[in-house]
């Protein structure tokens, strides 16, 4: 059986940027995110379902679960030259979902990003 874990997410931040010298800067960011968990699972004919049979039949008309999490990341920044630089961003945007109804996980990420000023 094949089951489907769907998270999405918004965020409200404010963001820092650190200044070092040569050419290399810190980034920081603080504050919520609006996340959105959905579990899906297989039906008879194997395709995905809205809705596993487990999550309806027992408890809740659907296995969606949306929270406000507290939201953060970390980056750093390097400068080639003064148009382009290479950043590297780390987010973390807490634990999704709800243990009974959609189950939980944690959602991180880590992005490497190609600055171009003009």
Same mark, same amino acid.
């Given at each position: ?42 039906? !008879? @004919? &194997? ?6 049979? +487990?999550?309806?039949?027992? %408890? ?40 009974? !109804? @959609? &189950? ?6 880590? +992005?490497?990003?190609?600055? %171009?000023?003009?």
């Amino acid at each position: 059986a094949v089951y489907r874990y769907d998270v999405s997410a918004a965020t409200v931040a404010m963001a820092a940027h650190l200044p070092l010298g040569g050419g290399v800067a810190m980034n920081g960011r603080l504050g919520a995110a609006f996340t959105g968990a959905r579990l899906r699972g297989p039906s !008879e @004919t &194997g395709t995905i379902t809205t809705n596993p049979p +487990s999550c309806v039949d027992i %408890f809740f008309e659907d296995c969606t679960s949306t929270k406000t999490n507290f939201y953060w990341g970390l980056g750093a920044q390097f400068d080639i030259n003064p148009r382009f630089g290479i950043r590297v961003d780390y987010d973390n945007y807490g634990t999704v979902g709800e243990e009974f !109804e @959609t &189950g939980r996980a944690k959602v991180e990420s880590l +992005s490497a990003n190609v600055v %171009f000023r003009f």
